[in-house]
């Protein structure tokens, strides 16, 4: 009949990423019924292994969420019967040949469509993708292929990329992820701005004094060394997570909500950026710390790590918009490793109340006491509005309050991983959160120049502890454009 199938390729299925995320995304859009009746997952690598060594692999992973116990072992069977393995090489049309043959028996003549997931190094992209396409798509229903960064490292290597890419492949085939545009409070960022009166109108240089983006993690590079020494903290976060974040959060209000609008509007946004200065950047790297009878390692104590690396594990970065709705507001961003603590979000802080009538029920600290909204992606996810607030009583005293949206109170669902929302999207042609060519190299344009310099130059970066609040240069370079990091840790 008319009733198509969809094959999903995972290429990489040993590796971490596939096991800790593309599989149990995948088993979470079973159990919600939003994968098609007739699908088949397969785990493509080059390791030996059998399907029944892949469905203990993949059972290791798998979670039902606290709201979907039921039935769960049950339907972790079911799902894991539908998946299978095949071992190859990246580089072999033979072999993809193979499989091509394997998914045609199980598609029994369906319309055929077929997802590729490359979870392998960016060194294997452009083979697996050749032989991929040349004898392993589908040849009446559609072929997607999913891509991970990094996308090259610079923009020359990252327009090679695409290049090779675009030889196998039409732009509406390729979804480039990023995964943080899966995130649930990133897409909510669109329905906070556009969907409520109270933001939109002060969403510009007249209200916003600067807008703070900030990833950190409290453990280090651990076992990742050998990837994350060629790229460093500003390819592997800002270059792509915290900018798509500054995009959506900065761009003008798209047409309507289709793909290509909205990703218009982006790539505008990131083409009215400056390319950053090199005095506005500011790169740190941890090193070993002892806290009570523990030694936490340093970046080069990782035996994939050259021990002279100069590979930054932190950076803060001033950027700036050269448009007419943020002329002038500095955008701060800062990401790092081995820091005190985990969390990602997106702060901005409005300027003062001109001729505030309470000025002095403020104590000192005018600084302050203006407006900041806060929205924490990750965890314990929350948007949250600084207010100033009498605090009751007779006299006349103000204090900082929080209007606080707390979606662990707010909300009893779980919220769904990334990688679920982002998988179900490819599936279903939606191209809205992947990046489109032109973004990527407008992305590229930013930062390729200051990557260069730091290099070149061998930037020493400043050395923090390990578990610490990473350099004290942070602090000097927002101090520069007046702005205080307004960090969780120094809210009461
Ligand atoms: C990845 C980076 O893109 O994002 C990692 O390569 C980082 O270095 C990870 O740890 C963070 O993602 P999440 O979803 O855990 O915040």
């Known amino acids: 009949g008319c009733e198509s199938s969809l094959s999903i390729t995972v290429v990489g299925a040993s590796g971490d990423l596939a096991k800790k995320k593309i599989f149990p995304a995948l088993f979470a859009l079973y159990y919600e019924d939003c994968l098609p009746k007739h699908f088949t997952i397969y785990g493509y690598a080059r390791s030996k292994m059998t399907d029944a060594e892949l469905r203990i692999m993949v059972s290791k992973t798998l979670t039902c969420r606290i709201d979907k116990r039921e039935n769960c072992g049950e339907k972790m069977d079911q799902f894991l019967k539908r998946c299978f393995y095949y071992s190859g090489h990246y580089d072999s049309q033979d072999n993809f040949a193979e499989l091509d043959k394997k998914m045609k028996e199980h598609e029994g003549g369906r319309i055929s469509n077929r997802l590729f997931y490359l979870s392998v190094p960016p060194n294997i992209f452009v083979d697996a993708v050749r032989c991929a396409s040349l004898t392993a798509s589908s040849g009446n229903g559609w072929t997607r292929v ?14 090679a990329l695409t290049k090779d890419l675009k030889q196998f492949l039409s732009e509406d085939q390729i979804f480039r992820i990023d995964h943080y545009l899966g995130k649930e409070l990133v897409e909510n960022l669109s329905v906070l701005r556009f969907s409520n009166l ?25 076992g990742r060394g050998g990837y994350f020494d060629n790229y460093g903290i500003i390819r592997d976060i800002m270059q792509n997570h915290l900018l798509q974040i500054l995009a959506l959060f900065a761009m003008e209000t798209p047409v309507s909500l289709d793909a290509e609008d909205i990703r218009n509007e982006k790539v505008k946004v990131v083409r009215s950026m400056r390319p950053i200065q090199l005095d506005d950047v500011v790169i740190g790297q941890y090193k070993s710390h002892k806290k009570g009878g523990v030694t936490y390692p340093a970046y080069t104590d990782d035996m994939t790590v050259p021990k002279d690396s100069l590979t930054p594990t932190f950076a803060a970065a001033a950027l700036f918009i050269d448009n007419a709705r ?26 003062h109340v001109p001729g505030n009538l309470y000025n002095r029920n403020f104590g ?5 006491a203006t407006n900041e ?83 070149e130059k061998q930037i020493i970066p400043e050395y923090y502890p390990y578990g610490s609040r990473g350099p004290v240069g942070a602090h000097y370079l927002a101090a520069r454009y007046n702005v205080r990091w307004g960090d969780l840790s120094l809210e009461q």
Request: proline content about 5%; cysteine-free; glycine content about 4%.
């Open 146 to 159: 999913i891509v991970e960064k990094p996308f090259g490292r610079d923009s020359e290597s990252s327009a």
């Open 198 to 222: 109270i933001f939109e109108p002060l969403w510009s240089r007249q209200y916003i004094r600067n807008v703070q983006l900030i990833f950190s993690e409290d453990f280090g590079t651990e």
């Open 326 to 351: 943020w002329d002038g507001v500095p955008f701060l961003m800062k990401a790092g490793k081995a820091l005190h603590n985990k969390s990602a979000e997106i702060r901005v802080q409005f300027r």
């Open 364 to 368: 000192t600290d005018l600084d302050r």
């Open 373 to 455: 909204l806060v929205i924490r992606v990750q965890p314990d996810e929350a948007v949250y509005l600084k207010i100033n607030n009498k605090v009751p009583g007779l006299g006349m005293r103000l204090d900082r309050s929080n209007l606080n949206l707390h979606y662990a109170a707010r909300y009893s669902k779980e919220i769904p991983d990334a990688y679920e929302r982002l998988l179900l999207d490819a599936i279903e042609g939606e191209r809205r959160l992947f990046i489109r060519s032109d973004e990527l190299d407008a992305a590229w344009a930013i930062f390729t120049p200051v990557l260069k310099e730091l290099e």
